[in-house]
């Protein structure tokens, strides 16, 4: 298949799939006398493995050792476990992070206690307060 088909079968856009293969996360298709690319089955599945990957916020480097321990079957999971276990730390230190916005979010949420008058805005005035005084919100 060519380039466009494979885009629509794999929902990768274009560009991005040519820049997969500058990144060596493809293997190069073959070429026609035309200099066409020609992809096989092999390529839609990687590019099928690498864009669930990606969603799971895996980056390229991160995807490209996955390819590396998924190519060589003799290997032992311990590298992967590893990503896998340094991804989830992250994700912890993420939603620790989002837990610690939203209290601020609904700390700032209670000043409100006059919501139809806007120049008197308990929300407002904290949210100047805190911009002149450099400090973090509440």
């Known amino acids: 298949m060519q380039i466009g088909e494979l ?15 500058r990144e060596h996360l493809l293997p190069l298709p073959q ?14 599945e990687q590019l099928r493995f690498i864009r669930y990957c990606r969603s799971l916020d895996m980056s390229l480097e991160e995807v490209r050792l996955l390819i ?3 190519d060589a079957p003799a290997g032992s999971c311990l590298t992967v476990n590893a990503l ?29 206690r006059q919501p139809d008058q806007g120049e008197i805005c ?7 307060r805190c911009t002149e005084s450099r400090k973090p919100v509440v």
């Open 7 to 21: 885009a629509r079968s794999t929902g990768v856009k274009i560009e991005t799939i040519r820049y997969y293969e």
């Open 31 to 44: 070429r026609t006398e035309g200099n066409y690319r020609l992809y096989s089955p092999r390529h839609v």
């Open 68 to 70: 590396e321990a998924r």
């Open 84 to 112: 896998l276990d340094e991804k989830i730390a992250e994700v912890d230190a993420r939603v620790n992070e989002l837990h610690k916005l939203q209290d601020q979010l609904r700390q700032l949420r209670g000043l409100c």
């Open 122 to 128: 308990g929300i407002l005035a904290e949210l100047n």
